[in-house]
């Protein structure tokens, strides 16, 4: 087998293999992503179901409690939404080169004219399927897809269907182009931030920026060109994981006969050929591109560049010659691309750590633990504790039974001039007083007014409308009857009464024979009885119908500010407290999801750890991947 033979041969293998663990690989970041929502859709469930079952009949429209748990339920609900609407928008471009095929998303981008539609069909097989050797794009097994444009630039007239990518002219690349080799998804871009045409630029950087990998093919001719190199400094900064290639370092050589001499055609032409430019050469361009790009990067950032010739590779592939593919040192791109995927374990992470630091950017942006906006769950949650607070503070300065006989004291003096007027009427009536006429609208709204304000200076803001119809039904107090009061003295008095007494002597004896009769004269002692009438018992009714109505009033007026103590207070903290705990539940239930991606990413690192040994980043070409570099590997 040839050296370019072993090289095309290394190359596709790996391909394969990466297509087969990409095959078994299951979508672990959109299954994430669909958790996280079912999560909080079932906390928002919760949480709504808890709203309309603790309604009340309180007429709560200016309760700050119904308000607050309104207004995060709300913001909750809105927030789902919207963190959908940021995660479609995150993951549209990379969900719409997946729809292309399963493998690992190449992105080509560099300066008009470097190679970038070369370089494509190249791989795809333009030149090895005409190859006078056996390669694997002339096998069934290593299918290499069609060329698709999944987004048009400005003014495009590239075929859509076309057989190859447009070659050679200036700008010819005016859409974003896909084709898939096994394992693998190259995207072809327009010029990176393109003078012809801004929205060219735009259009590459959205989808160079989802790619696994980034080729950025500059000019040999001029490398290093000041408007270009921004767009590359940009994607370095951010940290993707980038390969620079110089294409074009090639040269005229002219044709020596055999005898050393120049030779010439039949016409007397000078015969030339391209070769690649020396080494020094090589060295010298791509030594003054990494510093061009160093100057304007962490200093402990490293770049490396490699030097290639798409043309010589070309001439290799069609002439079969190893001394030529030497030269176009297109193996060391490969060797560079391989470097990505170390084993099939490793190209996991490579494949799905865009994906699933999505998924992780969600959850962070869900909780809001590292930024300020109060619309996360961290802030509905700081919201929430905020209202728990402060009812538990008028909770403990809430009296009943002193407040109590603070709104009923004044409106016992306002009636005690009814009470007497009653009492007057009674006394030139039917001496009946119905305690419950006492008790009329003016009584009540009275006693409700005093039960608002009341409330509403323990309860402060919580409680900004009446805090209860006043609707509670006053027990029958009865009838009071007037009686009239009367005092009763006895006494002893001594008086002189005549008696009949009995004929004493013969003579008296026989007269009384004959009717007549004698009497004598007596002192005696008499109990006598005075009953004196002190009219109506107007105190006494006064105080009974005073007692009465105050025992009443009191017992109402407490019920009432124990109902107000207990719907706004009691059940008030129940209701935040069993929201505070769905919000706290579904944070836990974010945080070991969250915890559980992170966990995937260093996981598969170190699992392939022991194909790295010797491996570098691309980023940082002389150090092991796992000890630097992060973000080249995850962003």
Known sequence: MTLMQESLDRFSSRLLGVHTALEEQKDTARKAEQRVFALLEAAAHDFEGRTSQNTGNQGEH??????????????????????????????????????MGSGLIVAVFGRTNAGKSTLGNFLRGKQLLDAPFDNAWKHADFSVGPITVIEKGKDSVVEINAKWFAEGGVETTREAQIFQLPGLLWLDTPGFGSMNDESLGNLARKYVERADLIIYLDDSDDPGLENITQSLLTI??????????????DKNERVKTADGKTA?????????????????????????LVRRLKRDLPEDQRVEAISMSLLLAKQAVAEGSDEVYAASNIDALFSRILRLIPDNTSVLTLKYRDALHNCIHLIDMVLGEEGSDEQTL?????????????????????????????????????????????????????????????????????????????????????????????????????????????????????????????PEGVIETVCSWFGKSYYGRRTVKRVKEQIIDLGFSTEEAFATISREIEASVTDVVRKALEEI????????????????????????????????????LPAVQTAGEDVWEGALCLCCFDQPLPAICAAATVR
């Open 62 to 99: 200016g309760n700050v409690l119904r308000e607050t748990i309104d207004r995060v339920f709300t913001g909750f609900t809105e927030g789902i939404l919207r963190w959908k609407e940021a995660m479609a928008e995150r993951s549209e471009v990379r969900k719409k080169l997946e729809e």
């Open 236 to 249: 370095l900064r951010e940290g993707h994981c980038t390969l620079i290639a110089i294409n074009h370092s």
């Open 264 to 288: 010439r055609d039949a016409n007397g032409k000078i015969l030339q050929r391209r070769v690649a430019k020396s080494k020094e050469d090589r060295q010298k361009q791509e030594e003054y």
């Open 378 to 502: 961290v802030g509905f949650d700081r919201e929430l504790a905020v209202l728990e607070g402060k009812i538990a503070e008028h909770e403990q300065g809430f009296d009943v039974e002193n407040e109590t006989r603070a709104i009923v004291a004044p409106v016992l003096l306002n009636i005690r001039s009814r009470i007497k007027n009653a009492i007057r009427e009674a006394e030139s009536g039917r001496g009946r007083i119905d305690v419950n006429l006492l008790i009329d609208d003016a009584f009540s709204s009275a006693l409700h007014n005093g039960i608002s304000k009341k409330s509403k200076v323990l309860l402060k803001d919580l409680w900004l409308e009446t805090a209860a119809s006043f609707e509670q039904k006053f027990p029958p107090l009865g009838t009071v009857e007037l009686t009239r009061q009367r005092e009763r003295h006895t006494y002893e008095v001594t008086e002189t009464e005549s008696y009949e007494r009995s």
């Open 565 to 600: 103590r207990h719907e706004c207070l009691v059940r008030g903290a129940e209701r935040v407290h069993a929201r505070r705990e769905i919000l706290r539940k579904a944070m836990t239930g974010l945080r070991e999801e969250r915890a559980a991606l992170a966990a995937l």
